[in-house]
């Protein structure tokens, strides 16, 4: 078999990793200077003993004999931290076996699985196959973004891998982040009929779900939670391997110390904590009459420490007992086979019972020593039946004395067995049993059945349990030698401690030395009683309480001698003397030993004669056993160790750390709370062994604190109330009253309270990232709170709010300069401070380092200012504070990135908008300090953007008018669509800047408003001035057609005009009250451009009207009279003009219809010219009032009138202008005229025809002919 050392040695190096880690470096340490020292000069080991020397074999050896010793340091070191630990486990078992002051607690916060640094790595890659479309979930648009930034700004984060690393990360935390971040997204989404947003955001975290747990089996998930609730309640086995884990035990050393301590007995463990509270009482009154105390706070505290100590005990006492003791239960737990019938003629009997109220000296009644039995009957079968034929049937009653009776089934005489059982109970000690065999009786008037035997079978607790065969007593009914096979089991009740046949000779009990059945009663934790019984009497005859003897073995009595009994032990009292004996050894040292565990002695007893022959007896066996192997193993020292003489404080202190490191690295997210399991045995150790409380707490916040230094996730509230009950304690304000403060409580409590307030300053400078995404929930809050108390100069007096206030301010200020120098670092700024990078390159770096900042402001807000203002009412203020610091450090970088741009550059306004449009929109930074430098800084370079771009453009008007060509583009031509652009562009830049200083945004904005009206009148005067120059290009005759390039300079108006309102317009009407009173001409540019349109268009209808001019003066050369009428009627003219200038003016009509873009502004056009011709025919007629018009005359203005009346109605000139006045004027002259023509072509025809015969029906079918062609052009 392997030594206990070696494996113990190996226990020792894996749950010592640390202390392994630091001792080799120690050696590694050693290694070097001895290398060192064997070198050339040997500065090491030639220190201070004269001028150096060459190096010599000397050095190396002692640095090996160094080593030789450090190594038998270390091992004994080990060997001491194991056997330490041993003994703690002892202490340890025994608080698990038998536990009277503390209980699993059933309402701790149940703890989640924690997420491990693997775990992690598997949820991103399930994300990463999620988001390419990998995975078989079928998810729309706005649930991948969300999915998406979850990965990018919390998956991917440095936060949560530090998180998971600090063990206070569970899969709830993952969960809760993406629910919180999904919940504000859904509820910006528009409503959708039949689709509540609810369902929505469950349906999303289903999907959430699957994408997380990946392809796992759903159905693990229970088994999980299961392994999760089994935390609750431990079992002692549970317990027990827990704590070996945690103290490094080994099985084989848990199994060896179980049995030695016999922690399977409860009466064992009940002695053992009496003897216990029995050595501390006594060591407590040898401390109060030697006056050794520890150092108090305060002199007078000794004596309330000494009552402090006896409370403790006493108390302790009272929970032991009050632990009840059962008297034995009627229900038997051994399954039960058959139940039997009841026996139809069952008789009662009487019992005789010894008076009650006959009390021993000790103040006990027989009432406390009562005792409830359970015996089991069991009848198997009946053998040597011979005399009853095979077909009878037989059958079995039993009774125990005074109790009832019950019967078996009904067998045939050839197969008497039954194997059935009964139950019964009883309170005789010495209960008697009989059992009868009957025969069903065959005569008719038989009322009886025939009895056959029967048996009558003394019982006791320790009798056999096997079935066993016994001889009946026949009747006269039967010749048959019977046998009957019977077992009888007697369940020892739980308040009997052992029982059997003794020889017993007292003083004042059992005065006469004889053989008497005795039971050892235990009456309470504290009381028991030796009590004598007789047969068939539930009362004891005789009993004597234990408390004060002392019981031990002794030599034979003399008065003893040939009475009985061999080995003698005795029970001693002050003023008694009770002598036992027993016929075996075996025997007497079990009676020794169960009243050893009684009187909760100290001395133990030792029995005065080793054995060497075989133990016959299997306790005695076993326990002996057990005994041995413990020395074997070199562990009896630590279950022989009296608990008393260990300092159990130190103990305690070692067992909580080991504890919590355990905890630490088990599955769960504990946050430095310990399991229900570990509460338990903690609290009962604390109990049992008397650790101080606040010694308890001191070193739980010690531990806690070194954890949270080093990294790992602690939950404040822990913390807070671990402080609270000793600074309650220190401050002699505890709840349960004033108690003793030990100097070095006071001391260490001071030195933790320092530790505490340190550590909490940087977790709140460092909130961020000891606090990720709030998580845990409520933490940063707690934290808060935590650090007011600990501010708090006692118990009672509440810190003053501005110091709280300061101390916060101060660490907010500094998590200012943390946030943004790991913002600054991750964004890699720095390194654009370099020579070698560009000015651009570095704005870009700038610009990405303004966006991580204001994601880190925001996550602030959303994930920690709650908590902050929660706690604190006036926080708000001091966020705020640290957000303008926060950006006061940004702005130094972002000022010298700006210094180095090149001048008349504009990639720094993106900047501006950015953090312009964040700053505007919190209300606590809108016109903070940095929004105000933000501005200060960018005010000149938006003035001289606006500068440059009005020079701009003024310059691209002149060059542009110039060189254009006058080509539609756009809703006018080149110019004016780039004119219009860029004052638009510039209007939408500066608009889009939000520039958060009001009077300037109002500066700019009438800037940009008197611009666009210089620059759009600019342009309309150019534009009139082309429009003039081309309309004097043309001449005046029928052929004249309007150039396209006239068109395009009229919508290059209309555009102007119809941008206007857009470019000139004020957004208020104070504003626009107070540009019209400084520049009047600015806000009247619609009325300019009305003007640059009534110009326009008067020039045109003056150019068309004067081809209807040039026609109508070419028409009065046929007036009557004159020279050149006669003339021109030689050329027998038909209606030529008149068609010429109809072409022309449908001509003119189609471009202009075509050309310009505005419909109201073409039909007012029409509407004019058809006026001006209206009136220019009219005046030309009226003129003529007085002659009438030559027939070609006739025909042309005809022809021109019904023309221009029917083209225009079809361009859309509405009917009160068409048929004016003036046209009514016209169609009435025409049609005199028309008339008068008819009337005189008759009578020319008819004088022509009388005279000159043939030759005037020629002329007059020409006038005819004439006549028949002006009809005809009338038609055409």
């Not at 000069?41 to 010793?69: F, Q, T, W």
């Not at 091992?75 to 209980?103: D, G, S, T």
């Not at 509440?798 to 943004?820: D, F, G, M, S, T």
Request: aromatic share 8%.
């Amino acid at each position: 078999m392997r030594e206990p050392s070696s494996s113990e040695e190996e226990s020792e190096n894996e749950t010592n990793d640390d202390e392994n880690s630091d001792i080799l470096s120690i050696h590694n340490n050693v290694d070097q200077k001895s290398l060192s020292a064997s070198g050339e000069n040997l500065s090491v080991v030639s220190h201070g003993r004269g001028p150096p020397r060459p190096a010599s074999p000397s050095p190396s050896l002692i640095s090996d004999r160094e080593k030789a010793i450090e190594d038998t340091e270390k091992l004994e070191r080990e060997e001491e931290e194991r056997k330490k630990r041993l003994q703690l486990y002892v202490f340890v078992m025994r608080c698990i076996a038998y536990p009277f002051n503390a209980k699993q607690p059933t309402d701790m916060a149940r703890r989640q699985t924690k997420v491990t640094k693997q775990q992690l790595q598997t949820i991103k890659e399930r994300f990463v196959a999620f988001l390419n479309g990998e995975t078989s979930i079928v998810a729309d648009e706005a649930f991948t973004n969300a999915v998406q930034s979850y990965y990018e700004v919390f998956l991917k984060s440095d936060r949560v891998a530090t998180m998971v690393k600090s063990g206070g990360c569970s899969a709830n935390d993952f969960r809760e982040v993406f629910k919180n971040n999904i919940e504000k997204r859904v509820r910006s989404l528009p409503e959708i009929d039949g689709l509540s947003k609810e369902t929505v955001l469950s349906s999303w975290m289903t999907k959430f779900d699957a994408i997380f747990r990946g392809e796992e089996d759903p159905r693990k998930q229970p088994q999980r939670m299961s392994t999760a609730a089994s935390e609750l309640i431990l079992s002692k086995e549970q317990l027990y391997e827990m704590f070996q884990n945690i103290l490094g035990v080994k099985k084989y050393e848990h199994q060896i110390l179980y049995n030695a301590c016999q922690l399977d007995n409860a009466d064992e463990q009940a002695a053992q904590v009496r003897r216990e509270l029995d050595r501390r009482l006594q060591l407590t009154e040898q401390m109060s009459r030697m006056r050794k105390h520890p150092k108090f706070v305060v002199k007078e505290m000794e004596s309330m420490y000494m009552d402090e100590l006896k409370s403790a005990i006493n108390l302790l006492m009272a929970n032991l007992e009050s632990l009840p003791v059962s008297k034995g239960s009627t229900d038997s737990t051994i399954s039960r086979l058959q139940k039997l019938k009841r026996y139809n003629r069952a008789q009662h009997s009487s019992l005789s019972k010894m008076d009650i109220n006959d009390e021993t000296d000790s103040g006990l009644s027989k009432l406390d020593v009562v005792l409830s039995f359970t015996l089991e009957v069991h009848v198997v079968e009946v053998k040597g039946l011979k005399s009853l034929a095979n077909n009878k049937i037989v059958y079995c009653t039993m009774e125990v004395e005074g109790g009832e009776k019950l019967q078996t089934d009904q067998a045939e005489a050839s197969k008497p067995s039954w194997d059935t059982q009964g139950d019964f109970t009883t309170t005789h000690p010495l209960p008697v049993v009989k059992v009868k065999l009957y025969t069903e009786s065959s005569g008719m008037l038989s009322l009886e059945d025939k009895e056959l035997g029967k048996v009558v079978i003394p019982v006791t607790a320790s009798s056999s349990r096997q079935p066993e065969w016994y001889r009946m007593h026949t009747t006269k009914n039967c010749q048959d030698d019977l046998k009957i096979k019977i077992a009888v089991r007697m369940d020892k009740p739980q308040n009997m401690k052992h029982c059997g046949y003794l020889y017993g000779l007292g003083k004042k009990v059992w005065k006469k030395y004889k053989k008497r059945y005795f039971v050892l009663v235990q009456v309470s934790q504290y009381t028991f009683a030796m009590c004598s019984y007789r047969e068939k009497k539930p009362d004891p005859t005789e009993m004597m309480q234990l408390d004060g003897f002392t019981v031990d073995y002794c030599e034979q009595v003399p008065d003893a001698e040939g009475f009985g009994g061999k080995y003698f032990f005795n029970c001693v009292k002050e003023g008694d003397n009770v002598t036992f004996a027993t016929d075996d050894e075996n025997e007497r040292t079990l009676w020794v030993q169960a009243i050893y565990r009684a009187t909760g002695q100290t001395h133990k007893p030792v029995p005065p004669v080793v054995q060497t022959n075989k133990i016959s007896n299997t306790q005695i066996s076993r326990m002996q056993g057990d005994a041995d192997r413990a020395r074997k193993h070199g562990l009896d020292e630590f279950v022989q160790a009296n608990p008393v003489m260990f300092d159990h404080h130190d103990l305690f202190n070692m067992l909580q750390t080991l504890t919590l490191d355990y905890r630490l690295n088990d599955a769960y997210t504990c946050l430095g709370w310990f399991s229900p399991g570990q509460v338990f045995v903690l609290d009962e150790y604390c109990a049992r062994y008397g650790v101080r409380g606040c010694h308890r707490h001191l070193c739980y916040l010690n531990d806690l604190l070194e954890r949270a230094e080093a990294g790992i996730m602690i939950d404040p509230t822990l913390i807070h109330y671990s402080f609270a009950f000793c600074a309650s304690h220190v401050h002699g304000n505890r709840p349960d009253g004033i108690g003793t403060v030990l100097l070095k409580e006071k001391l260490q409590f001071d030195e933790i309270k320092e530790r505490l307030r340190i550590l909490l300053e940087n977790q709140i400078t460092h909130f961020r990232y000891c606090f990720p995404f709030g998580r845990p929930e409520g933490a940063l809050k707690a934290t808060l709170s935590l650090l007011e108390r600990v501010l708090m100069k006692d118990i009672v007096t509440p810190v003053p709010p501005e110091e709280v206030r300061n101390v916060i301010k101060k660490c907010l200020e500094n998590a200012a300069l943390v946030n943004y120098t790991r913002i600054s670092e991750y964004a890699k700024i720095e390194d654009s401070y370099n020579e070698e990078v560009s000015p651009k390159k570095r704005l870009d770096d700038v610009i990405h380092l303004a966006e991580l900042c204001i994601e880190v402001l925001q996550q602030n807000e959303e994930h920690h200012a709650e908590a902050f203002v929660t706690a604190f009412a006036w926080f708000s203020d001091l966020l705020v504070e640290h957000a303008e610091i926060f950006w006061s450090l940004f702005a130094v970088d972002m000022d010298s990135t700006l210094e180095m741009q090149p001048p008349d550059t504009w990639d720094s306004f993106p900047l501006f908008q950015l953090l312009n449009d964040y700053l505007r929109n919190d209300e606590n930074l809108s016109s903070g300090k940095f929004h105000q430098h933000l501005r200060m800084v960018f005010a000149p370079q938006v003035v001289r953007y606006v500068d440059l771009m009005e020079s701009s453009i003024a310059q691209s008007i002149h060059k542009g008018f110039e060189r254009e060509r006058w080509e539609p583009q756009g809703n006018g031509c080149a110019t004016s669509e780039d004119m219009l652009w860029k004052l638009d562009a510039l209007q939408s830049f500066i608009r889009e800047l939000h520039w958060p200083d009001e009077m300037f945004a109002d500066h700019l904005d009438h800037r940009l408003k008197l611009m666009a009206a210089d620059m759009i009148e600019a342009a309309a005067k150019r534009t009139l001035k082309s429009f003039e120059a081309w309309l004097r290009k043309g001449g005046k005759g029928t052929d004249y057609l309007l150039y396209p390039e006239m068109a395009v300079m009229m919508n290059v108006i209309i555009d102007c005009k119809n941008r206007a309102l857009h470019l000139c317009a004020l957004d208020s009407g104070e504003n626009m009250t107070l540009i019209e009173n400084s520049h009047q001409y600015h806000t009247k540019i619609e009325d300019f451009l009305d003007r640059i349109q009534v110009q326009m268009v008067k020039c045109l209808i003056e150019k068309l009207l004067s081809v209807l001019e040039s026609v109508l003066s070419k028409l009065a050369r046929y007036d009557e009279g004159t020279f050149f009428s006669s003339i021109l009627s030689l050329t027998k003219p038909v209606n030529e003009l008149g068609k010429a200038y109809v072409d022309f003016m449908r001509g003119n009509l189609d471009i202009l219809r075509q050309k310009i873009a505005d419909e109201l502004f073409t039909l007012s056009i029409f509407e004019q010219w058809y006026t001006g011709q209206m009136k220019m025919i009219c005046d030309w007629l009226s003129d003529r009032l007085d002659l009438s018009l030559h027939p070609y005359q006739l025909t042309c203005v005809m022809t021109i009138n019904r023309k221009c009346f029917s083209d225009f109605e079809l361009q859309g000139v509405p009917e009160n202008a068409l048929n004016a006045k003036t046209y009514q004027t016209i169609c009435s002259r025409l049609q005199v005229e028309e008339a008068t023509q008819s009337v005189t072509q008759s009578e020319n025809s008819s004088k022509t025809s009388r005279f000159l015969g043939g030759g005037g029906s020629s002329m007059g079918g020409a006038s005819s002919g004439t006549g028949s062609q002006a009809s005809g052009d009338e038609s055409d």
